[in-house]
Nanobody, 127 residues
Framework: QMQLVESGGGLVQAGGSLRLSCAAS????????LGWFRQASGREREFVAV??????????AYADSVKGRFTVSRDNAKNTAYLQMDNLKPEETAVYYC??????????????????WGQGTQVTVSS
């Protein structure tokens, strides 16, 4: 059974950086799209970034709010995806989730396109 485990969250000051990791097991990692979403308290979960599978050329896409500050990547040999977050803002405090799509290999950004989710990791950005 496919499992995703996020790590790397924590407390950081505004303007700081964090690198999240998402370790996957039990699936066809290399061919799947890997997405990152976040959910702040009292708000709906929102798309952050995605990296497509191998056939898509590992194309990437980002939410407008994080473009130029966040970078998504993957290491298929380690079955791990990463989200490098730089110049973090207090309003980006949220639980960050990674998700894997076994049906879509491109840079998809809708929750329903993902069938597997991690448990989430808390990111807190202090002002």
């Amino acid at each position: 059974q496919m499992q995703l485990v996020e790590s790397g969250g924590g407390l950081v000051q505004a303007g700081g950086s964090l690198r999240l990791s998402c370790a996957a097991s039990g699936g066809t990692f290399g061919s799947d799209a890997l997405g990152w979403f976040r959910q702040a308290s009292g708000r709906e979960r929102e798309f952050v970034a995605v990296i497509g599978g191998n056939w898509s050329g590992r194309t990437t896409a980002y939410a407008d709010s994080v473009k130029g500050r966040f970078t998504v990547s993957r290491d298929n040999a380690k079955n791990t995806a990463y989200l490098q977050m730089d110049n973090l803002k207090p309003e980006e405090t949220a639980v960050y989730y990674c998700a894997e799509s076994t049906k879509y290999a491109g840079a998809v950004n809708l929750e329903w396109q993902y069938g597997y989710w991690g448990q989430g990791t808390q990111v807190t950005v202090s002002s």
